[in-house]
Structure formats: C-alpha cells, structure tokens
C-alpha cells in the first residue's frame, strides 16, 4: 500500500480521526473534532471540561495542535498545552492535572503525509466504542459549544518527567542500574526520543540513539517491519548491546531485537512484558485484542493467570483490563498497557519491564525470547476501494460463520474463527482504508492455508 493513497478519506473510528494532511486532514477539519469532542464532554460530565492538547513531532502538527487547543479555548475550557509529548505521557498528565480529558495531535504509526487526533478521557482512556460513535455523530453534524471568552490556555512541560517518574516508581530501578545493560534505542525522531533516552539512562544503561531528534521527519517508515529496522539491528551488533529498541512516532508501540540484532516480531513486545509482570502478579489476568498471538495465552497459562480478549483497538483492551481488573494488557502490534502507569499503550513501561525481565531471568534476551513457544502469522492487507467496501467484508464473514458454524468464533471485530491447529480473524481497519487477513499457527503452511479460507477481493 502506497503511504498516500489516491482520493484519501477521512478515517473516523475508536482509534480517533486520521487522514492526510492538507486533504482530509486540515486545520478546519481538526477545529470541528475538537469542538465535537468538547461537546461530547460537556454533555456527559455536566459541566465545562478541563483538558490537555499536545502533539507527536510531525511537522503538520503545530497548526493542527493549534486548530484544536482554539476550539477548546473559544468554547470557555481552562485548557494545558503539554506540548511534544509521546501519547502516553499524555495519558499520564491528563490524569496528574486531574484533566477531564484531551486530544494528542498524532497518527500514531501512519507515514509523515499522515496526521490525527486522538482522544483520551479523564482517566487517559481512548473513549469506547459507543462514545466514539457519539463524538463521531457530533463531528459530521458540526456540533459546539457556544464560544465565549472565559478560556485559557497554559503551557506546561513537567510531561516527561512526570512520565518517567511513574514509571520509575512501580519498577524498582536499582537492580536493573546494576546491570549496566548496553541498549541501543531508536526513536524515529518521534515524541518519545527525550523521555526515552532518559528512562534508560536513569535505569543505568549505556544508550547509543538513533535518530533522537524530534524533528518528525522520520528516519525510516514508521511501520515496525524487520525491513525498517535495518539501522536498529546493525548498530545493536556494531555497539554490542544486549538490546535495541524502536519507538514508532508518538512512542506508543514498542519493537525490539535482540543482542545479536535479530527482530523477532512485535508481537513479543507485549509477550515479554507481561511475562514479568505476571511472574510477578500470578493468578492474575492479562487482556488482549483478537489479533494477537497465541503466545500471550501460553504465558498466561504458565503463571495460572486468565486472557480476555476485546476487539481491537486499546479503548476496547483497556476496557476489558478495567472490567476483569487485568494487571497488564496491550496489543500485539508492540503495545503494552501497564495500567498502574497510564490506560495507554506505553513504549516506556514496555521497555522497564522487558530489562527488568532481562534483570530477573539473567539470561540473554534471545535464550528468553526461545523458551517461548513460536507460532507463524501471515497478515493480509486489501485495499477496501478495490475489495468494493465494507460489504464484502461482510458478506464474507457471513460466508465463513456459515461454513465453520462448528468452531469456536467471536464476532465482535469482524471474524475470528480459532481451530485447534490455529485461528484467523478477518476485519475493516479502524486507521486505514484496508480490510486485513490474519492467519496463525504453529508452523507456516498450517498459517498459510488457515489464511486461505478467506477469500476478499482479488488477493
């Protein structure tokens, strides 16, 4: 898929707004979000909300962030101006301001011609399913407060610090100091390339960084694909670390390699996460999307803890944390949610855990990543303009509950059908215009011909 396609649209969904800058996405186009989502807030809180706006470092993004922090100003809002912050540094100063919500200026993993807008609520929580519907409804309808000149706006920049201080004070720093782990960080000239760096000098790493500048005119693509983290890799070798990191723009997701600079997948991301904080925090329980790997379940399993799964997006994983009081979630895109920081998925937390992991098996991370049990994903991506739209898909999912009325699915999010040699989840993309095909198991023709059950388009 080209990273900007022909005729654009604007994607409206649980992820927030996304589209292409100076297209679909506009300063106008942000304005009217911002004054939906303000709306939305007063409605249901009953009175003027306080909120936060901050941005990734695209360079669309100051005229965007200024088109939404107007919005919330003309509309009476006491309003704080958090500045370049990753998107869970905004999760956590929304709720250390005691915040009643706000919007991040980013498009998350999506190429520089993209820009978005992400919502949190007072409790830095992407907004469910049905309140994004709603947000969405005001938008398309043009719905605002009265403007007023009652507002203010205030900058304040304790965001990092404030980040890496939650996180520094759940896990304890000074095993992982005495370690003195090598580690190589990328962070794509994104929103966590401050707070990155400074998390793991003050866990004691020796930290070379690729990339640090938070300029956002991205060194590689975004996407955590092995292809784009060639860099990565090669300087983890050169510089003879133990691990390398890689943010994505707004240092949401978190990918990683091992000392020999091998990319195993990102789906691991949240596997070695949760394989510390459930050694920790046995019989407890992990929350996931239906996307992700079997392999969460398989560690969950082996500490006597119980997987939920929701639809994907984290609004709906938060959700599922929050209604079965999961102590770690995410998704297996390299999200990890630790909720005793923020309800957001978390590059920082990710990265704590993982050396922590490191710290506490004092093994390689290649000899931990290979006690776990391996299975083979294929992911298939459609363009939705030439599969003809949302109603093939869903022609083909009535397709396949039909012929596979036998087996376990769950309908929630699209389609997802688990078999005993495997499972495939077939859905519409909530943050491209792409219908996507997964497929797992434990060997690649198994995958293979799991993915092939599924039939969209010309593909």
Known sequence: MNDTPTNPPLMLSVSGARGIVGETMTPEITNAFA????????????????????????????????????????????????????TPTAGVMINALQADGGIIVTASHNPTPWNGLKCLDGDGLAPSKDEAEEIIRRFHARISLPHTNGGVLEVNNQGNDTHIAKVLGIIDPQ?????????????????????????????????????????????????????????????????????????????????????????????????????????????????????????????????????????VGEANVAGAMKEHGCVVGGEGNGGVIFPQVC????????????????????????SIVRSIQPYEMIKRTIDLADLGGIPAIEKEIDRLKKTYADECMDDSDGLRIDFDEGWIHVRPSNTEPIARVIAEAVDSLTAYKLSNRVKLGKD
């Open 35 to 86: 004054n939906a989502f303000v709306s939305f807030l007063h409605e249901k809180l009953g009175k003027l909300p306080t909120l936060c706006v901050a941005r990734d470092s695209r360079p669309s993004g100051p005229s965007l962030q200024d088109a939404v922090a107007k919005a919330f100003v003309a509309s009476g809002c006491c309003v704080t101006d958090l500045g370049v912050v990753a």
């Open 175 to 311: 095993p992982i100091r005495d370690c003195q782990f090598r580690v190589v960080l990328d962070s794509i000239n994104g929103a966590g390339c401050k707070s990155g760096l400074k998390l793991l000098e003050l866990l004691g790493c020796e930290v070379w960084q690729l990339n640090g500048e938070p300029t956002g005119e991205f060194a590689h693509t975004p996407e955590p694909k092995s292809e784009n983290l060639t860099d990565l890799s090669s300087m983890v070798d050169k510089f003879d670390a133990d691990v390398g990191f890689a943010q994505d723009p707004d240092a949401d997701r978190l990918a990683i390699v091992d000392e020999t600079g091998f990319y195993f997948g990102e789906e691991y991301t949240l596997v070695l996460a949760a394989m510390r904080w459930l050694e920790e925090n046995p019989n407890s329980s992990v929350a996931t999307n239906l996307s992700t790997s079997r392999m969460i379940d398989d560690v969950a399993k082996e500490f006597g803890c119980t997987t939920w799964r929701s639809a």
């Open 343 to 366: 309800w957001v998925r978390d590059s920082l937390s990710g990265m704590a855990l993982v050396l922590d992991l490191m710290r506490k098996r004092k093994e390689k991370l290649s």
